[in-house]
Nanobody, 116 residues
């Protein structure tokens, strides 16, 4: 199995920055790619960004240029740097891992709240 633990959320003013972290543990070798999703109140969970084992990255159009996903293989950790935060970025941010053999896995989520 793979366990994912997010951290780094919080309350921040519009225009501010946050860095989210997601530490993976367990059967790390099974991970094909990882990413961040978010879910706002009353909305469906949406893709924010992904990174694969070759460090190829994808971004949702709504966050491109403001969000940066990176990975530290030595620490089994991915990060999401969020700059120029907007109130509409308020959501629970979830770490995701697509794995071989264990399916699609999720962390518990971390709340990001942006005040105007």
């Amino acid at each position: 199995q793979v366990q994912l633990v997010e951290s780094g959320g919080g309350l921040v003013q519009a225009g501010g920055s946050l860095r989210l972290s997601c530490v993976a543990s367990g059967s790390i070798y099974s991970i094909r790619h990882m990413g961040w999703y978010r879910q706002s109140s009353g909305k469906q969970r949406e893709l924010v960004a992904t990174i694969d084992t070759a460090r190829r990255k994808t971004y949702a159009d709504s966050v491109r240029g403001r969000f940066t996903i990176t990975g530290d293989r030595a620490k089994n950790t991915i990060y999401l740097q969020i700059d120029s935060l907007k109130p509409e970025d308020t959501a629970v941010y979830y770490c995701n891992a697509a794995t071989r053999g264990y399916g699609n896995l999720w962390g518990q989520g971390t709340q990001v709240t942006v005040s105007s």
